[in-house]
Each structure stands twice: as C-alpha cells, then as structure tokens.
C-alpha cells in the first residue's frame, strides 16, 4: 500500500482563513494518499465474494500476470486482475488479455518492474513487456473524474490528478460484468457495481446511469452491443432504453476509437451477429449509411445478404486460425459497395486500377475513417482485382503481380468476395504456391499535423486518454502484426512521433 500519513496537502489551520493561498504542488503519491484517504470512508462497501464462492482459479491466469500481482503484493501494494480478464474467468472462458490495477502509481511501477513503461498522457498506464511479445497493462486505479477538487480539512484541493480508489476505478467502467476485481490477497472477487449477480443473471447493464455513461462515451453503446452478442447475454432494459435514446451521440465518439473498436469486432470470429445487431439497432446506418443504402437497392447479391455472406466467411476464416487484417476486414465490411464495382469490371484490367473502387467507398469512409495505411492498402488490394480476374481466366499469374507486396492479401480479399467455384479454388492454390513478394511495402506517407491534440474529437467527460487506453483492443492484438499500445497511439503519423519523444523523455527521468 502506498505509504499513508505523508503530508497531505498544505496543512493550513483556522487561523489561516482568508490569507492568500498558495498552492504546493503534491506529488501523485501524496495526491492519492488524500483521494483515498478521503474518499474510503464515504463509499458504500463492495460485495466480496469469497473464493469458494466463485470460479476464478489462479489456475487459469496467465502466469506472467500473476507473478506481476505478487510482486504487487510482496511490495505492500494492492494488486487486482481487473476488467474482461476476470469476466471471462466466471464464465469459463479464455481471457484474451489480463489486466491489472493497483495503488501503486506508474512511477513506482516502472521502479518494481524493469521490463515496465509508461505509456499515455493525462492518465498515465504501464505496459510490462515480455520477449515473446506479449504485454500485460497495470493500470493505478482511476479516479471517475467526476470531482476535480477535493476538501481537507476545510481546504479546496484543486485534484489534477487522476488516481482514484477501487471504487471509483469500479464506478467508471463500462459494464458491471467488466467492473469486478480479483484480489490477489485472499482470492476474492470484490464487487462495487453488482457484476456478480448480472453475470449470473446474464445480463448487459452499463455501470451507473447508461445515459450519461453513454454520453460521456459513445463508444460504450458499441461495447455494450458487443458484449451482448458475443455472450448471448440479455441487454438490461434501461441500458436498452438509452442505446435507443442516446444512439445518435454516436456520432460524436472518438473517431480512432471506433475504429479501433470495428477492427476488434471484425476479427473476432463473430462479426457477422455483431455487425447484424449494429444494423438492428440503428448504428450500422450512423456509421456507414452508404453501406445501408445498398440493403434498400434491387439485384441479385446485393446489400444486406451480401454483407452477411462476407462476416460469415470472416469468421469462418477466424475459426480456422488464419489471420483477419484491417484490409480483409473493411473489405468484408464494405462488401456490398465493393462486389458491385467488381461486377464492372469485367476482367479487363493489365493496370492497377483502384480509380472505381476509390470512388465507390470513399463517401462510405467520411464517418469511420481508416488510418491512411490501411486505405492506400485496401486501394491497391482492389486496384488489383482485374488483373486477378484475368489471371484466373488465363490460369497464369504474372509475377509482375505475384511479386507486389499487396498480392497475398489481394488473394484473401479475392476469395473472400468471389462466388466460391472449382476454378476459383485452383487460382488460390496457384497463387498460394507461389514465393512470397519481394516487393517492400511504401512507407506510409505522412498524415499533415492538424490542428489539436490527437484526431478524434473525444468522448466527453474526460474518457479520452483512459477509456483509450482501455480501448485498445488493436493495442494487443496481433492482427496485422503492428501491435500498437493503445488508441492514444493509434492515431496519424505525426501524434505517434510526438508522443513516442515524450516516451523515452519520460523513461529517462524515471
Ligand atoms: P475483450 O475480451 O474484448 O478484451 P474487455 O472487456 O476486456 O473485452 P478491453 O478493451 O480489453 O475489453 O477493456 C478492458 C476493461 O477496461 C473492460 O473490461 C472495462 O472494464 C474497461 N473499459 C474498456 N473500455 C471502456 C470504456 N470505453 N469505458 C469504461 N471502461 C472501459
Ligand atoms: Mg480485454
């Protein structure tokens, strides 16, 4: 535990009443000691639910993550596996990641964990690295943000910090079912926000009031709607309610984080009932109303159909264990703006042609906007269909195309949006056999600075680095093998430039 009855605040006394205050700067120790201080004796107390009373078993945690809350431990501090790890565990499931929040602050992180660093802004996080690749997020309890100023002792505090306590931590999740602890110290789960029982009842129900929750970040609707049809579980009827009333503050999320969120749910083996259930609520048509338009237009192949037919051979591919790339994703996605451009071309092209396709899907990215690698990529994937389609014809593939560094992708698009036929299997297995491109990817030209912090224009209420931070599914994932930190950092060339100075600064004081 962090060392408690450090001086806290100035310690002016009555008789100090109207003089002029000068504020000393605290430390973030010294500001956490007071949140907590504070804060523990005002918060109702957490169900905890005792060990025997629950599935979690330290067999079943990855054994990096647990040697990480026992150092935790040893040190005198409070370590927690926190958020989707711990909701998988109840349910039996394989966690896809095991994150960890403590009351140590990431300072003191760094100092007890070498292979630790510090990553973020405003809210600062540590990400301990491992040689396989593998990274576990410890996070210092978060504060909901709520309060920017705490009393003591009749003194106003102005709190620009963001720690908190587990309660706060608890209280500023999305979900309850994401908001329980598992306590290292006695193995129990600790519940401020009533996860246990809708776990048990299977049930999506946001933390606190979904409409705020949902207007301080969009982004949770998605996450909601995701949970629900990954688990099979029932969406709670106010939290319904507010995915109705509040469907349009989807608009204003954070653009990086949506994105980062539909390439989490397009390769995660169930994009088609996802993406079904995002066309039933109304977010489908908010996001991509281009792609919506289709379902409304005649022919055969067309619209809805066509796009459950790509999910579904998504996830049939996720099922096989091969990998789903932003590209092959977004193709699947935008399918049925695609198809029919394809359709026009009629195996015409020796040229690259990516002029159609560019056309077609542009106005569908004014409102999910893609990073400019992946776009350029998915530009010379499609540009490359013609010339795919006629190499098919001639059961011949020129290595002026096998060669180019997008060819092994163009093939997966290829397969993936074609009728499925004999002559298509041989083509793949051709075009497979073949040696790998010695074509090197360009170097992905740089995004111009704009203006302001970051690209998106942020959730409210403060979300934006944390939620970020817990958003980032890209962060770990190893789609495409970039593995990126967080969405904070998933933005253009420039904002990652900048931060990663401010990284090794920030690792050299430390
Ligand atoms: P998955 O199994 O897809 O990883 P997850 O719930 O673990 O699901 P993460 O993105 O890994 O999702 O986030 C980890 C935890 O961080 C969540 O369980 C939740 O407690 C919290 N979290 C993530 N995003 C938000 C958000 N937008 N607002 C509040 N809390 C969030
Ligand atoms: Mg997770």
Redesign the pocket.
Known sequence: MAPRGRARGSGRGAEDEGAPRRRRRLSPEELLDIVMADEAEEVEPPRVVDRSEHEVSRRDIDPDALKILYRLQDKGFRGYL????V??LMLGLR???F?IATDASPRQLKRLFGNGRIIGRRFQLVHIHYPNGKIIEVATFRSTGESDRVERNGELIHRDNVFGTPSEDAL????TI??LFYDIATFAIIDYVGGFQDLEDGLVRMVGDPVYSFRE?P??ML?AI??ATRLGFEIERETRRALESEREEILKANEARLLEEFY?DLASGRSRPYFEELDATGFLELLLPSLTATFRRRGARRGRALLQESLERLDERHARGEEISHVLGLAALLSPLIVPVTETLGGSGNEPNPEPFREALMPALERVRVYRRDAERLWHVLGAWGRLERAMERESIPKSLSRRHYFPEALDVFELLSEPSDELDAFLELGRSLPPPTEEPPEPKRRPRRGGRGRGRG?RGG?GSG?AA????AARSPAGGAERTSSQESDGGGGRRRRRRRRRTSGKRS
């Open positions: 926190v958020g989707g790890g909701r998988d966690p896809k990641d994150d500023r999740r999305d979900l994401n908001g970040d982004v949770r996450r995701r949970h989490k959730g979300e939620g817990r958003a980032r599914g």
